[in-house]
């Protein structure tokens, strides 16, 4: 099945910076790939996604990059403020009726103003 | 439309008791995915179902636990016998009958055993 590993587990920087997260899937099959914010507390949201026919997907200051070749993806948040402080998860999917989503154990990102 | 509604948001049982949590999908959305959330952990998934079918369970502990999502009503996640490892967050996502994948999230419920 499907492992999802994402990179780093905590991430720290300065207000105004850029932030990246990368994660690496294993299932070559995997064609959908979104990314999740969640504060403390509250649900899981997505806040981006891309699917396999695209190579990056850029949304105001966030952009997710694909290389299908070698099975990774990668968020990119620049500009960054204190707001953007939670923990990021990335997943990958099986696009279709027949699909779950796998998610990565999760980056905590903490934006000091 | 109220988006994916779960119920309770917190739920207390003592160990060897039963623990059922409800999960009510957005209007339209015909697949239900139920995730176990550990304190400072990511996401796992636990058991993805259709209306009165389970199409992936890999997730799901062998023993004790169980899900169905019946034609009428919410989705229940079913825990019997709880024991202190079971206390986590279970989320609820659900996704619309289409070729996408993307899934909104319930509040989830925050289970403590005791």
């Known amino acids: 099945g499907e492992n999802v590993e994402q990179h780093p587990s905590t991430l720290s920087v300065q207000e105004g910076d850029s932030a990246v997260i990368k994660c690496t899937y294993s299932d070559s099959a995997s064609n959908y790939f979104p990314w999740y914010k969640q504060e403390l507390g509250k649900r899981p949201q997505l806040i981006i996604d891309i699917r396999s026919n695209v190579g990056e997907k850029k949304d105001q200051r966030i952009a997710v990059t694909l290389n299908k070749t070698a099975k990774h993806f990668s968020l990119h948040i620049t500009e960054t403020q204190p707001e953007d402080s939670a923990v990021y998860f990335c997943a990958a999917g099986l696009q279709g009726s027949q699909g779950n989503l796998i998610f990565g154990k999760g980056t905590k990102l903490s934006v000091k103003p | ?114």
């Open chain 2, 1 to 114: 439309n109220a988006g994916v509604m779960q119920n309770p948001r917190h739920l207390v049982r003592r160990r060897g008791q039963e623990a059922r949590l409800r999960c009510s999908p957005m209007k339209g959305h015909s697949h239900v995915y139920w995730y176990r959330q550990l304190p400072e952990e990511g996401l796992k998934f636990m058991v993805y179902l259709q209306k009165e079918n389970i199409i992936d369970e890999s997730g799901m502990p062998k023993e004790r636990f169980s899900a169905e999502f019946p034609k009428e009503g919410p989705s229940i996640l079913r825990i019997q016998q709880v024991v202190r490892g079971d206390s986590a967050a279970y989320f609820c996502a659900s996704s619309p009958q289409t070729m996408n994948t993307e899934a909104f999230f319930g509040q989830g419920t925050r289970l403590t055993v005791v």
